[in-house]
């Protein structure tokens, strides 16, 4: 089963177009994993405004933060990756220093393509050892795809040496089927036709990784019966004066509108998925909803753990 | 609004993801068209339905005109052009003018390096983006350039990225790689003499020798090309700083998307570019406390009824008397968070509200109604 593939996961990459709740997804299954008893690590990759600070309270740095027993949080920069890697693969402190303190090595370090990437990869594989379960909540989209691609970039650029083999290590790990990657989606046209296309690329640009698992958040239940529905439209038709009425008659139709998007959006997303399609409710209507990112956070955890028990 | 459609000659589009910049971008190139300039609308991506209502079936590269006669819009005057920006594409333009012969042009874009810069930096669009930008603003074929960026997550990145390219090819990196006078020949032995020689030994163990090898080789058919570079980077930042650019923020209301909003008002600020307005586009507007459906619609929902089961009048008024119910709660939060957002104004910029229409905004006439709130403001119950 699907959430099943998400529970067991040891490193699961969340991505998604922008503002689909990216951070909430990862937020709330770190805290549900955790729940169950596995050690977990909840990352973001080098965010200078690190999203996870709203809902923990607490801005994650390079080193774990722990949050709870089970859980902690992290914001791995590529400057520290760097160093921690370099300090890895050259094991001469001396040496590494001075790397780390010529300007114009930094530089070339920073501008070469794809070697931030490679860096903050490694860190990531590297703390699988001490980890059950690493959720890293990636950029948007577009960025996302350009960070999970560029191990085979590297290996193709360099044909030999430490940062070809790390890349090497990394394929390997993406390869597994503990390796998932998560692609929040939304009831809205434009957000399914981004989740799809993401996943084609994905697939064809990396296709070490895993199918993702598509999560369809804040979808509305259908709840108007056929006839609400035929005397909803003869309302619309009737063009009816006074604006109270007019207001009145739009707010069922927003209703409505959400719930035939919902509908469209499931049936297109559980095409492209094996099991079945894991989705969300919405909170309140129209994205209104004011419980705060905690409160949003424990709802969606515990739709995790109920789903998981079924 | 009005007169920002009609007198400039660049308009950026910036904001959050999913707010519906692009159309809005689409939005005033249609209403720039309508007042009789000629306008190109520059997107990245969008969804295909809006490129296909707009004419454009080919994710080419190519600026492609518009047919508007067919909308049944009252005569339209202007022109309206678009063009969907594809990253590699405009870089291997780029290239291809810079180069000065073909040998140049082949070696570089024959480079591993090479591609390997296309797989990163072109795939980021900000950075393309611009490129392009600067091509089309430059060529004077057009009164107005409607510039549609793609959403960031650092929304400096979008600002900052004339600046990309340039750091790539760092001409204290490109000095350092080229200090003698090279052959292409034994290139790495000769800079193995060089002082740094430890350094570079160093990163030739990191990232094999062959890189480095292929980065030399990158930055002696590069070098010509520098300037170039630099020159297009100031010219861009030039063009977002004349007086007939403005930037246009572009949000919707909730917290996420205003918080890029506040961003991008105080870093536009900071760099002394042009804000004139803020776009809050997708607003639900519910102006009456709880009105009663019994009162206002039981008569003519009785009179619908004819084939359908009894009551479903009476449920169908008690649905709407809840959803309205959410509509106004959502409709007052959304007030106030603007409220808010109108704190951060200075006198100068105006805030705009558009309300959210029904369905995806995929066609001239969705987006002619999307322009209409957008020009007439007082439609929309809020002053711009």
């Given at each position: 089963?699907?959430?099943?593939?998400?529970?067991?996961?040891?490193l699961?990459?969340?991505?998604?177009?922008?503002?689909?709740?990216?951070?909430?997804?990862?937020s709330?299954?770190?805290?549900?994993?955790?729940?169950?008893?596995?050690?977990?690590?909840?990352?973001?990759?080098?965010?200078?405004?690190?999203?996870?600070?709203?809902?923990?309270?607490?801005?994650?740095?390079?080193?774990?933060?722990?949050?709870?027993?089970n859980?902690?949080?992290?914001?791995?920069?590529?400057?520290?990756?760097?160093?921690?890697?370099?300090?890895?693969?050259?094991?001469?402190?001396?040496?590494?220093?001075?790397?780390?303190?010529?300007?114009?090595?930094?530089?070339?370090?920073?501008?070469?393509?794809?070697?931030?990437?490679?860096?903050?990869?490694?860190?990531?594989?590297?703390?699988?050892?001490?980890?059950?379960?690493?959720?890293v909540?990636?950029?948007?989209?577009?960025?996302?795809?350009?960070?999970?691609?560029?191990?085979?970039?590297?290996?193709?650029?360099?044909?030999?040496?430490?940062?070809?083999?790390?890349?090497?290590?990394i394929?390997?790990?993406?390869?597994?089927?503990?390796?998932?990657?998560?692609?929040?989606?939304?009831?809205?046209?434009?957000?399914?036709?981004?989740?799809?296309?993401?996943?084609?690329?994905?697939?064809?640009?990396?296709?070490?990784?895993?199918?993702?698992?598509?999560?369809?958040?804040?979808?509305?239940?259908?709840?108007?019966?056929?006839?609400?529905?035929?005397?909803?439209?003869?309302?619309?038709?009737?063009?009816?004066a006074?604006?109270?009425?007019?207001?009145?008659?739009?707010?069922?139709?927003?209703?409505?509108?959400?719930?035939?998007?919902?509908?469209?959006?499931?049936?297109?997303?559980?095409?492209?998925?094996?099991?079945?399609?894991?989705?969300?409710?919405?909170?309140?209507?129209?994205?209104?909803?004011?419980?705060?990112?905690?409160?949003?956070?424990?709802?969606?955890?515990?739709?995790?753990?109920?789903?998981?028990?079924? | 609004?009005?007169?920002?459609?009609?007198?400039?000659?660049?308009?950026?589009?910036?904001?959050?993801?999913?707010?519906?910049?692009?159309?809005?971008?689409?939005?005033?190139?249609?209403?720039?068209?309508?007042?009789?300039?000629?306008?190109?609308?520059?997107?990245?991506?969008?969804?295909?339905?809006?490129?296909?209502?707009?004419?454009?079936?080919?994710?080419?590269?190519?600026?492609?005109?518009?047919?508007?006669?067919?909308?049944?819009?009252?005569?339209?005057?202007?022109?309206?052009?678009?063009?969907?920006?594809?990253?590699?594409?405009?870089?291997?333009?780029?290239?291809?003018?810079?180069?000065?012969?073909?040998?140049?042009?082949?070696?570089?874009?024959?480079?591993?390096?090479?591609?390997?810069?296309?797989?990163?930096?072109?795939?980021?669009?900000?950075?393309?983006?611009?490129?392009?930008?600067?091509?089309?603003?430059?060529?004077?074929?057009?009164?107005?350039?409607?510039?549609?960026?793609p959403?960031?997550?650092?929304?400096?990145?979008?600002?900052?990225?004339?600046?990309?390219?340039a750091r790539?090819?760092?001409?204290?990196?490109?000095?350092?790689?080229?200090?003698?006078?090279?052959k292409?020949?034994?290139?790495?032995?000769?800079?193995?003499?060089?002082?740094?020689?430890?350094?570079?030994?160093?990163?030739?163990?990191?990232?094999?020798?062959?890189?480095?090898?292929?980065?030399?080789?990158?930055?002696?058919?590069?070098?010509?090309?520098?300037?170039?570079?630099?020159?297009?980077?100031s010219?861009?930042?030039?063009?977002?700083?004349?007086?007939?650019?403005?930037?246009?923020?572009?949000?919707?209301?909730?917290?996420?998307?205003?918080?890029?909003?506040?961003?991008?008002?105080?870093e536009?600020?900071?760099?002394?570019?042009?804000?004139?307005?803020?776009?809050?586009?997708?607003?639900?507007?519910?102006?009456?406390?709880?009105?009663?459906?019994q009162?206002?619609?039981?008569?003519?929902?009785?009179?619908?009824?004819?084939d359908?089961?009894?009551?479903?009048?009476?449920?169908?008024?008690?649905?709407?008397?809840?959803?309205?119910?959410?509509?106004?709660?959502?409709?007052?939060?959304?007030d106030?968070?603007?409220?808010?957002l109108?704190?951060?104004?200075?006198?100068?910029?105006?805030?705009?509200?558009?309300?959210?229409?029904?369905?995806e905004?995929?066609?001239?006439?969705?987006?002619?109604?999307?322009?209409?709130?957008?020009?007439?403001?007082?439609?929309?119950?809020?002053?711009?």
């Amino acid at each position: 089963m699907t959430i099943e593939t998400i529970f067991q996961s040891r490193l699961l990459f969340v991505s998604g177009k922008g503002g689909v709740g990216k951070t909430s997804f990862a937020s709330s299954l770190a805290l549900a994993s955790s729940d169950k008893g596995k050690k977990v690590l909840l990352v973001e990759i080098d965010n200078i405004h690190p999203s996870t600070t709203n809902i923990f309270g607490i801005k994650p740095e390079y080193n774990p933060t722990p949050i709870s027993k089970n859980l902690s949080i992290a914001n791995i920069t590529w400057k520290e990756a760097l160093k921690s890697w370099l300090t890895e693969t050259i094991k001469s402190r001396t040496i590494v220093q001075m790397i780390l303190g010529q300007p114009i090595a930094m530089i070339f370090l920073d501008a070469t393509p794809g070697a931030r990437e490679i860096v903050i990869l490694a860190k990531l594989v590297s703390l699988l050892e001490e980890w059950d379960q690493i959720i890293v909540d990636l950029p948007a989209s577009g960025h996302a795809l350009g960070i999970l691609r560029v191990p085979k970039t590297a290996q193709n650029l360099m044909k030999k040496g430490p940062i070809n083999e790390v890349s090497k290590k990394i394929l390997k790990i993406f390869s597994q089927d503990t390796t998932r990657v998560v692609l929040v989606s939304l009831p809205e046209e434009m957000v399914i036709n981004e989740t799809i296309e993401f996943a084609n690329k994905l697939h064809q640009q990396v296709p070490e990784v895993s199918k993702p698992i598509v999560v369809l958040n804040r979808m509305s239940i259908p709840t108007l019966s056929k006839d609400e529905n035929t005397l909803l439209d003869r309302l619309k038709e009737k063009e009816i004066a006074p604006p109270e009425a007019n207001e009145l008659i739009e707010a069922a139709t927003w209703e409505r509108d959400l719930e035939q998007a919902s509908q469209r959006a499931a049936e297109r997303l559980q095409a492209t998925q094996r099991g079945k399609l894991i989705s969300f409710q919405r909170l309140g209507i129209l994205g209104g909803y004011d419980g705060g990112p905690q409160k949003v956070i424990q709802q969606m955890k515990a739709a995790l753990l109920r789903m998981a028990v079924r | 609004m009005k007169d920002l459609i009609k007198e400039k000659k660049l308009l950026i589009c910036v904001g959050a993801g999913g707010v519906g910049k692009t159309s809005l971008s689409a939005t005033i190139g249609l209403q720039a068209a309508i007042m009789g300039r000629k306008v190109l609308v520059l997107t990245i991506d969008p969804a295909k339905r809006l490129a296909n209502s707009l004419g454009l079936n080919e994710f080419g590269n190519e600026e492609t005109k518009i047919d508007l006669s067919a909308t049944g819009l009252q005569e339209v005057e202007g022109e309206l052009w678009a063009m969907m920006l594809d990253g590699q594409k405009t870089f291997n333009e780029l290239i291809e003018n810079l180069a000065e012969d073909e040998e140049t042009r082949r070696r570089i874009l024959e480079n591993n390096i090479y591609q390997g810069i296309t797989d990163t930096i072109v795939g980021n669009q900000e950075y393309m983006a611009t490129e392009k930008l600067y091509d089309v603003v430059s060529s004077g074929r057009y009164d107005l350039v409607v510039l549609d960026t793609p959403p960031v997550k650092n929304a400096l990145d979008f600002l900052d990225s004339p600046g990309r390219m340039a750091r790539f090819v760092d001409k204290r990196v490109m000095k350092w790689f080229l200090t003698t006078k090279v052959k292409k020949k034994g290139l790495l032995n000769r800079l193995l003499n060089g002082t740094s020689s430890a350094l570079f030994r160093l990163l030739g163990y990191i990232f094999g020798q062959d890189f480095l090898e292929d980065i030399a080789v990158f930055f002696v058919n590069f070098r010509d090309l520098y300037e170039g570079f630099q020159e297009r980077h100031s010219a861009v930042e030039k063009i977002f700083r004349d007086p007939e650019t403005a930037f246009l923020i572009v949000c919707a209301p909730h917290d996420p998307a205003l918080e890029v909003a506040n961003f991008f008002l105080k870093e536009l600020k900071n760099r002394n570019m042009h804000t004139p307005a803020v776009i809050v586009n997708q607003c639900h507007i519910a102006d009456y406390d709880s009105p009663d459906p019994q009162e206002f619609l039981a008569e003519e929902a009785a009179n619908l009824m004819q084939d359908l089961d009894s009551y479903t009048d009476s449920t169908l008024l008690a649905r709407m008397k809840t959803a309205h119910k959410r509509l106004r709660n959502l409709s007052k939060a959304e007030d106030i968070l603007l409220k808010k957002l109108r704190t951060n104004l200075q006198p100068h910029q105006s805030l705009c509200r558009i309300p959210r229409f029904h369905g995806e905004v995929h066609d001239i006439h969705a987006l002619n109604k999307v322009g209409m709130a957008l020009l007439n403001q007082d439609n929309v119950g809020k002053k711009c």
